[in-house]
């Protein structure tokens, strides 16, 4: 902090804002495949990004060289970078978008990082391979942990002082199993397992084991289950599955700069329009859907954005209406809507821009059991397995890895390839049961994409088991 103070302070240009944002990134991965090592990574990454306000336009500038003299020159080239793409702004921003803000955050690790050795990395995979080996059927078992600490620094000339220390852990595992021309993979949902905390939460004794035994059986039970069927029925979603519906028919389409039109280029737009907000109908009258990085463990809880902006819990969508968007102070100011602080970068050699965080659906009344007591046909449905969604993020088509059917109230046969489709809208507005906090669950991915030049970031999604009404379902031949 006291060296990007010191850049700050020694600088001499005309600018009406700078900021420095550092960061050193540490991170390992391990994995093994039928219990054999197959990958060992380890990396250290740091360096700092310099932003710099002038007449109104921004621009960026990074480098590696963590001194006054290296800070300086990416001050410089950051200044000249702004002025000369001053004359084709399309907004002019004032200091006001980066207020002076004090402060820390600090994930909690029982775990951290230091502690995990590689014996003992290996030693647990090796086991959780074994243990997904529960018949002869299972081809391959496969599993992984990859783990990441984190501290970003922000200083600016506006008296800014930011320090986070982020503690990353994501562990997997898969299990395939075939029977002639029949394959069948179940996971623990692949990379949704991805939590803010040390690696504890490979570790965690009974509750891990029983995991590995059910995913390897449910692996081998998909091979005799029948293809689920083609209808239109009440379907309802696993919390893992959510999580997934919710970050490609909400988060997406509600990131303000895809609406401005930045990113079409790319990762392509929405349909969701600027007048929108406060009076589009997205879903029903049970949807209520909060942008929330306050929530412990949650993968992309912060206190500040990578702009300095202050993090706090907002409604996006309440009672199935649209309230806010996805967007950072300049998104906001050249849209003219409401949005939150999101604005982050993959690292220190990128810019921050709109991205998702923590977007969670809030829980309702109504325990597991009663939503499927409730029902007399329908289908259960968990795990990611597919994704399929238009540009504009409004008509869609995703696949799951275990399903089973619902007759008179209880959950009866597993069906194996189960798939849905609908329109984000049609979706979210048939949605008529929402179950209660102890079906709402935490997962997340490491893996979202996004920005030219690309941008890898870590979003967290909860939910509670949800059931919709009236959905097209169909199995792997439809």
């Known amino acids: 902090m006291d060296l990007l103070t010191e850049a700050i302070t020694s600088l001499d240009l005309p600018a009406d804002w700078v900021g420095i944002r550092a960061t050193r990134e540490e991170s390992v991965s391990r994995s093994q495949r039928d219990g054999k090592p197959e990958g060992n990574r380890r990396s250290l990454q740091q360096g700092a990004m310099v932003e710099v306000l002038v007449n109104g336009q921004m621009g960026y500038a990074a480098t590696n060289r963590l001194t006054v003299a290296g800070l300086r020159h990416a001050a410089e080239l950051a200044y000249q970078q702004a002025q000369a793409a001053a004359p084709w702004r399309i907004h002019a921003f004032s200091p006001e978008i980066r207020p002076k803000v004090l402060g820390v955050y600090q994930t909690f690790a029982e775990k951290p990082l230091k502690t995990l050795t590689t014996s003992h990395a290996h030693e647990l ?56 021309p029949v394959v069948q993979t179940r996971t623990n949902n692949g990379r949704g397992h991805a939590y803010q905390a040390g690696w504890e939460f490979l570790d965690m004794g009974d509750e891990l084991w029983a995991s590995v035994q059910r995913i390897g059986e449910q692996a081998v039970e998909l091979l005799t289950a029948p293809e689920c069927p ?44 600027p007048e929108d907000f406060g009076q589009l109908q997205y879903g029903s009258e049970q949807l209520n859907v909060t942008f929330d990085p306050t929530v412990e463990q949650e993968f992309a809880s912060y206190a500040f954005d990578d702009t300095g902006a202050v993090a706090e819990r907002q409604y996006l969508i309440r009672d199935g209406v649209l309230q806010r968007g996805l967007g950072s102070h300049e998104s906001q100011a050249r849209l003219g809507v409401p949005g939150v602080a999101c604005a982050r970068a993959t690292n220190w050699d990128r810019p921050p821009i709109d991205r998702m965080a923590n977007i969670n659906v809030e829980p309702g009344d109504r325990p597991f059991a009663q939503i499927i007591g409730s029902l007399e046909d329908g289908v259960y449905m968990e795990a990611n397995r597919s994704w399929s969604i238009d540009d504009q993020r409004f008509k869609f088509q995703f696949g799951c890895e275990y399903a089973k059917r619902i007759r008179n109230g209880e959950l009866a046969e597993t069906v194996r390839n189960p798939n849905y489709r609908a329109t984000t809208p049609q979706f979210w507005r048939s949605l008529s049961q929402v179950g209660d906090r102890s079906t709402w669950q935490v997962f997340g991915t490491p893996y979202c994409g996004k920005g030219e030049p690309n941008q890898i970031i870590r979003v967290g999604h909860g939910a509670p088991v949800c059931a919709f009404d009236q959905i097209e379902v169909f199995g792997g031949a439809g």
């Open 230 to 273: 083609d209808m239109t029925t009440t379907l309802v979603l696993a919390p893992d599955q959510m999580m997934l519906q919710i970050h490609e028919s909400i988060g997406h389409p509600l990131e303000l700069d895809r609406i401005l039109g930045d990113e079409r280029n790319y990762a392509g737009g929405s349909f969701v329009k």
């Open 125 to 180: 995979l090796s086991r959780i391979c074994q243990g997904l080996k529960v018949s002869d059927q299972i081809v391959q078992a496969s599993a992984s942990l990859s783990a990441k600490e984190i501290d970003t620094w922000l200083v600016s000339s506006s008296g800014t002082q930011v320090h986070q220390k982020f503690s990353f852990f994501t562990p997997s595992f898969s299990a395939t199993a075939q029977d002639g």
